[in-house]
């Protein structure tokens, strides 16, 4: 089955420090690939995505790239800030008849401290 | 443009009791989906609807129903609440049927006594 194993949590960092956060996936087909955000008290908030092998999502900062030879999507940000403590979760999303789900990984806490 | 509004935002449930949440969206968004977060398991579907008048199972239905009289309401219910169903429901909608990415409500916080 599809399924998204993300690195296990909590993360804890100090502002400014790099950060990575690994995010691999088993999936039959060619799916694509998003990282969501989820802030304290609230739904979560599509952050980036890449929807073909070699492409890279990016924004706010963060990055990540699709690599279809290691089936990866790790999120990269050169240097976090307080205000980038949430929950980030990997998923992925299959084209086709089932297009529909999303897949999620468990979600991985990080506390950014100043 | 308030995007996925869901109401209420906390309930305190007894066993046994009922209740409704209700989704809604201002996006035209054909596709709408309930999911439900618990610690260490991410985001599980529970049941979700392809259009107007539709729905479907998930992954986690047993327990729950779900209506979708109107494209911008989703309305998602217990009918015997147990314990096991407390968490933390998410909605989210989405346009087509590829190529669009889902988005979510701000949740509700369901606990079962």
């Known amino acids: 089955g599809n399924s998204v194993t993300q690195m296990e949590g909590p993360v804890t960092l100090s502002e400014e420090a790099f950060l990575t956060i690994n995010c691999t996936y088993t999936a039959t087909g060619y799916p694509s690939l998003f990282w969501y955000v989820q802030y304290p008290g609230e739904g979560l908030q599509l952050l980036l995505k890449a929807t073909k092998a070699d492409d890279k999502g990016s924004n706010k900062g963060f990055e990540a790239t699709y690599r279809k030879e290691t089936t990866s999507f790790h999120l990269e940000k050169g240097s976090v800030q307080v205000s980038d403590s949430a929950v980030y979760f990997c998923?992925?999303?299959?084209?086709?008849?089932?297009?529909?789900?999303?897949?999620f990984g468990k979600g991985t806490l990080l506390t950014v401290n100043p | 443009n308030a995007g996925v509004t869901q109401t209420p935002k906390f309930r305190v449930l007894k066993t046994g009791q009922s209740m409704t949440l209700l989704c809604a969206q201002d996006m035209n968004h054909e596709y709408m989906y309930w999911y439900r977060q618990d610690p260490g398991m991410g985001l599980r579907l529970i049941h979700y609807s392809v259009g107007e008048g539709t729905t479907a199972k998930g992954e986690v239905p047993d327990g729950y129903n779900v209506s979708r009289l109107k494209k911008q309401n989703f309305l998602l219910g217990l009918e015997s609440a147990a314990p096991s169903q407390t968490s933390v429901y998410f909605c989210?909608?989405?346009?087509?049927?590829?190529?669009?990415?889902?988005?979510f409500g701000p949740g509700t916080r369901l606990l079962v006594l």
């Open positions: 998923a992925l999303r299959l084209s086709g008849g089932s297009n529909y789900k999303l897949t």
């Open positions: 989210a909608s989405s346009y087509s049927w590829g190529g669009e990415t889902q988005y």
